[in-house]
């Protein structure tokens, strides 16, 4: 039972997110809480697993940069052929305390959210025994929402949580679409669930132009042989156009539902200087994300992001001694080393539909020393994060930050979402929200540290709460249905 994830209850939100809560996105924790209670709220959808026990979840959505969550339950006792055996739970054992890894949120479209869902008690581990997958569909009306499960690709080996997108079509069609590599780098397997006829197939696509070499060439240095195309994030174009996104490379993009799809690629802005010595070498997600979004009265635009790091002041004692408690080098006498960083964090665009890659036009750039911070409740919030220091401006370009994430705020403008701590190895964790338009501090959100401690981006950007705020009320908040009080 050590293996099991704990359960634990969600967060109440704050008044301010009350019944004026509107947001038409949100920034939505891709994990779930597990509740050993049942919980529930207007947003509830119920559901059952491939096993036959039952699953419940729910929806509660903050205003960003506070993180929306979805919350899961599972009602009864652990089902399965793993119960009662050798290494296995005992029979009668809560679902909800069998769970190996949470649910997790893989993709939203307009009102969908596809979920992979551990099964309780299962032994196995990264085969399709271990997961279910469940379409969220969000309704309006309270108690309207629906999970589906899906059947098992079956014949196909598991894909990848970043090689999948959920695709809301025409009526109440939705499909599930997978870009698989293969052995040839320009050869690819789409592999497609719809919901119209419940089931898998696989098509053959052959990348015929690629363009990505032309611009973006991999380092001959490289310590390891790239390959040509990683997905790293799925976004949705127009209708049924799919995206698969390589954070350092490209987009390989096609339109999932032509009889015969054409596979096409768009390289992405060749990376800043200062982060050439990385190109291809590590993760991407640090200092780069990609999205689309669409602002008023105009028309769907794809925006990407890309941070580099400049070396800044020197730090505090404090932070000098946290730095190299946590430093791999074990020289004391370089101030180098000691020095915190700057950022800077700089937008492109590209229009859709996707035509040239000289269509890349460069937006703004922002430079955390020139952020605006004139919201006392934020210069308060900053104080407190680092007491030492009287100016909030100087507390924010000493945090570690990371992770931008593109959405729109409140205003309906272009805003990069950043996660930032003290230090890496931290607890405590902020999101911090800054406008494009005008680089100014528009949000700090803390992060629950019961669950979000470690430094990596544990939410995405979703416009499900379109389609839940009616629904959802008191800011969607989940009431606790404790049997025997009243």
């Given amino acids: 039972m050590d293996d099991y994830v704990p359960s634990l209850d969600p967060p109440f939100l704050p008044t301010e997110d009350g019944d004026r809560l509107n947001p038409s996105s949100v920034l939505l924790d891709t994990t779930a809480y597990i509740s ?65 890894d949470p649910p997790l949120v893989i993709s939203t479209h307009a009102d969908l959210a596809l979920l992979r869902v551990n099964i309780p008690g299962s032994l196995c581990v990264n085969t399709h025994d271990a997961f279910d997958y469940l379409v969220y569909n969000a309704r309006p009306r309270p108690g309207a929402s629906s999970l589906d499960l899906l059947p098992k690709p079956t014949g196909f080996p598991r894909f990848r949580d970043q090689d999948a997108a959920v695709v809301r079509c025409s009526g109440s069609r939705y499909v599930i679409a997978v870009l698989r590599t293969t052995r040839n780098p320009l050869e690819f397997q789409l592999q497609l669930y719809d919901s119209d006829t419940r089931r898998w197939t696989s098509t053959p696509l052959t990348l015929q132009a690629p363009e990505r070499d032309k611009v973006l060439h991999i380092p001959e240095d490289s310590d390891a042989e790239p390959l040509f195309h990683n997905t790293t994030k799925v976004i949705t174009l127009e209708s049924t156009t799919v995206c698969w996104v390589d954070l350092w490379r490209g987009i390989l993009f096609c339109d999932v539902l032509d009889e015969k799809p054409v596979l096409r690629d768009m390289p992405l802005p060749k990376p800043a200087r200062c982060n050439r010595a990385s190109f291809c070498r590590r993760s991407p ?20 992001v890309e941070m580099g790091i400049r070396p800044g002041a020197v730090p505090s004692s404090r932070r000098r001694q946290v730095h190299h408690q946590y430093s791999s080098s074990e020289s004391d006498d370089n101030d180098e ?32 020393a020139n ?10 919030l900053l104080r407190n994060v680092d007491p030492e220091e009287a100016s909030p401006s100087v507390t924010l370009n000493r945090l570690l930050t990371a992770y931008p994430t593109l959405g729109l705020g409140i205003n309906g403008e272009v805003v990069i979402y950043f996660l930032s701590k003290v230090d890496q190895m931290a607890r405590e964790g902020w999101v911090i929200a800054v406008g494009a338009k005008e680089s100014k501090l528009q949000g700090i959100a803390k992060l629950d540290n019961r669950k979000n401690f ?14 839940l705020t009616k629904a959802t009320g008191e800011a969607g908040r989940l009431m606790r249905l404790l049997r025997g009080r009243k």
């Fill in 285 to 304: 997600y640090g200092h780069r994300d990609i999205t689309v979004v669409t602002l008023p009265d105009d028309q769907p635009t794809i925006k990407y």
């Fill in 36 to 100: 050993a209670a049942a919980v529930s709220n207007a947003t509830t959808a119920k559901g059952e697993m491939s096993t036959g026990a039952p699953i419940q979840i729910s929806f509660c959505l903050a205003r960003p940069p506070r993180l929306s969550y979805h919350c899961a339950h599972f009602p009864g006792p652990v089902l399965g052929p793993g119960v009662g055996t050798v290494f296995g739970p005992a029979p009668g054992t809560p679902a909800a305390r069998c769970v190996r």
């Fill in 371 to 380: 952020i605006v911070i004139d919201n006392p409740r934020h210069c308060e």
């Fill in 454 to 467: 470690s430094f990596r981006r544990y939410y995405c950007p979703t416009e499900i709460s379109k389609y």
């Fill in 337 to 368: 080393d000691d020095a915190e960083h700057y950022w800077t964090a700089t937008i492109w665009s590209m229009p859709v539909p996707i035509a040239s890659w000289k269509d890349w036009t460069k937006d703004c750039t922002i430079d955390v």
